[in-house]
């Protein structure tokens, strides 16, 4: 069974930083999915990033990147220019390719401070 | 993506009774996932409903427990049944929406259960 580590219970950045958070996997597929997820105090999971195992180009949107290492299997999330609406718990999570096994299987997270 | 909703948002019930969670599409949507999140720890998958099918349950959730409902292609019922505290939880549903991206799991806001 696949899963999913995230070493850093907790971060905190100064506001206008980078941060760094860490991510580590395990499984035996070649193909597979992985997402960073962010959950304010609101509760609502959002979507902040997908990278598909096929890929070699590591993803972005806009002040969020992903390093991809699929030898490492790991698969870690920057933020930069933090803002303090970045503030939140974030979940890493995996994907199979198979059919018929959809689940995401979700890291323990890390909640993320934001220092102004 | 498709855009979710959940009822009731959040309820605090007695030992022994049951509550129905409903989760509403606006799209209609092949795959819906149930997920729990206890206080203070990650989201585990109940059981996916796919329509017109029984739901398939992960391991340590029976259908006794947690019946679901998955009358049609954009809604879904989750009924926790004779209820503890141990039950307290956030509960959401999920989606996979071929939107924007493909294999892609999109959230509802969640249910926050107390049971005194």
């Known amino acids: 069974a696949q899963t999913v580590t995230q070493s850093q219970p907790e971060m905190s950045v100064q506001e206008a930083e980078t941060v760094t958070l860490s991510c580590t996997y395990d499984?035996?597929?070649?193909?597979?999915?992985l997402f960073w997820y962010k959950q304010p105090p609101s509760r609502q999971m959002i979507l902040v990033i997908r990278q598909e195992a096929y890929k070699q180009q590591n993803a972005t949107e806009n002040r969020f990147s992903v390093n991809f290492q699929k030898a490492a299997k790991s698969f870690s999330l920057k933020i930069s220019d933090s803002q303090l609406g970045d503030a939140a718990m974030y979940f890493c999570a995996y994907r199979t390719q198979l059919q018929g096994a959809q689940k995401l299987v979700f890291g323990q997270g890390t909640r993320l401070t934001i220092n102004p | 993506s498709a855009v979710i909703s959940q009822k009731p948002s959040r309820d605090i019930c007695q030992r022994g009774t049951s509550l129905t969670i409903q989760c509403q599409v606006d799209s209609q949507v092949t795959m819906m996932f149930w997920y729990r999140q206890q206080p203070g720890q990650s989201l585990t998958l109940i059981a996916t409903a796919n329509q017109g099918s029984e739901a398939t349950y992960e391991s340590g959730f029976v259908i006794d427990k947690f019946p679901i409902s998955r009358p049609n292609l954009t809604f879904s019922t989750l009924t926790v049944s004779n209820m503890s505290p141990e039950d307290s939880s956030i509960y959401l549903c999920s989606v996979e929406d071929y939107g924007v991206y493909q294999e892609t799991q999109y959230f509802g806001p969640g249910t926050r259960l107390l049971v005194l």
């Open positions: 499984t035996s597929e070649s193909d597979y999915y």
